[in-house]
Nanobody
Framework: QVQLVESGGELAQAGGSLRLSCAAS????????MGWFRRAPGKERDFVAA????????FYADSVQGRFTISRDGAKNTLYLQMSNLNPEDTGVYYC?????????????????WGQGTQVTVSS
């Protein structure tokens, strides 16, 4: 049974930083591309960042480029999202996702497994 469990979401001040974690189990972590999505209040679940199963050729949504960094630790089967210079528009539920398709995708329909999400709230 695949499980993706996010943690690290909390209330933060604008300009501050947070690090989210996603612990993966029940899957061969090294086989999967991993990603982060978020659902802002009243909006769809949107792409934030993704990292391939191999290498470091990650890519990001324009809105977080230069502020967020995605990384993965194969020894711990854990995905991370380091978020800095936060602003209120970063508020939302952040979801970890995994996909075994050949290419990385920004489309949430291409992702196979999802976590339950962790709430990030940024106050101004």
């Amino acid at each position: 049974q695949v499980q993706l469990v996010e943690s690290g979401g909390e209330l933060a001040q604008a300009g501050g930083s947070l690090r989210l974690s996603c612990a993966a189990s029940g899957l061969a972590f090294h086989v999967y591309h991993m990603g982060w999505f978020r659902r802002a209040p009243g909006k769809e679940r949107d792409f934030v960042a993704a990292i391939p199963r191999e290498g470091d050729n990650a890519f990001y949504a324009d809105s977080v480029q230069g502020r967020f960094t995605i990384s993965r630790d194969g020894a711990k089967n854990t995905l991370y999202l380091q978020m800095s210079n936060l602003n209120p528009e970063d508020t939302g539920v952040y979801y970890c996702a995994a996909t075994a398709i050949l290419f990385l995708s920004r489309d949430r329909r291409d992702w196979d497994y999802w976590g339950q999400g962790t709430q990030v709230t940024v106050s101004s």
